[in-house]
């Protein structure tokens, strides 16, 4: 159980261009998700709050405008990087919260995707 | 604000030893605590959680960890690492009052055969 899967797993485009990534919880439904990016050889920072039918919430420094996410149902986010430069070239995660009464919550990751930005 | 410290970049260990790989935390009330292993172009794979109770929680593949409340550790552990052992650990944190997961560094795990 608690499967995240995350599509494209890769991705190369051309600078100018937007970027759609879906992140899925397959066998639960979540109404958090969450959006890290992660550098190479760095640790996952933390873009963005994915709450199910309401707005995203960003962390400081994270451009809302060029970072859409939206959590249109509770087992699906998708993070849209708009008009993409090389420097958004980066690995980015999703992780989906699942909530058990006998644990409390707990976040399950997806796979990640690659994202290179010519 | 709350704050993880993994003080190692690298832990190298041959097949068989015990492994240990550290963590110390900085939060608010009481912590929820967390560690996650990433194998190369993967994402995060969920090893363990404390919530309360007992001190010493075991988790996937054999892996365990001891919540240390005194010295604010949670230090990840396994009894005889494998080859397969070999990723990057990252230990976690979540504050009593909030969701979001605070990351430590992370450590790099090398089992040598």
């Known amino acids: 159980g608690a499967v995240v899967s995350q599509h494209p797993s890769w991705v190369i485009c051309k600078s100018g261009t937007s970027v759609k990534i879906e992140c899925r919880s397959l066998d639960f439904q979540a109404t958090t998700m969450f959006w890290y990016r992660q550098f190479p050889k760095q640790s996952l920072m933390l873009m963005a709050t994915s709450n199910e039918g309401s707005k995203a919430t960003y962390e400081q420094g994270v451009e809302k405008d060029k970072f859409l996410i939206n959590h249109a149902s509770l087992t699906l986010s998708t993070l849209t990087v708009t008009s993409a430069h090389p420097e958004d070239s980066s690995f980015y995660i999703c992780s989906a919260q699942q909530y058990l009464a006998s644990v409390g919550e707990t976040q399950y990751f997806g796979p990640g995707t690659r994202l290179l930005v010519l | 604000a709350q704050s993880v410290a993994q003080p190692e970049d690298q832990v190298n260990v041959a097949e068989g030893n015990p492994l240990t790989v550290k963590c110390t935390y900085s939060?608010?009330?009481?912590?929820?605590l967390f560690w996650y292993v990433q194998y190369p172009n993967r994402g995060l794979q969920f090893l363990l959680k404390y919530i309360t109770g007992d001190n010493l929680v075991k988790g996937s593949y054999g892996f365990e960890a001891e919540f240390n409340k005194s010295q604010t550790s949670f230090h990840l552990k396994k009894p005889s690492a494998l080859v397969s052992d070999s990723a990057l650990y990252f230990c976690?944190?979540?504050?009593?009052?909030?969701?979001?997961?605070?990351f430590g560094g992370g450590t790099r795990v090398l089992v040598k055969p």
């Open positions: 976690a944190v979540i504050g009593a009052a909030g969701n979001k997961l605070t």
């Open positions: 939060v608010s009330g009481n912590p929820y």
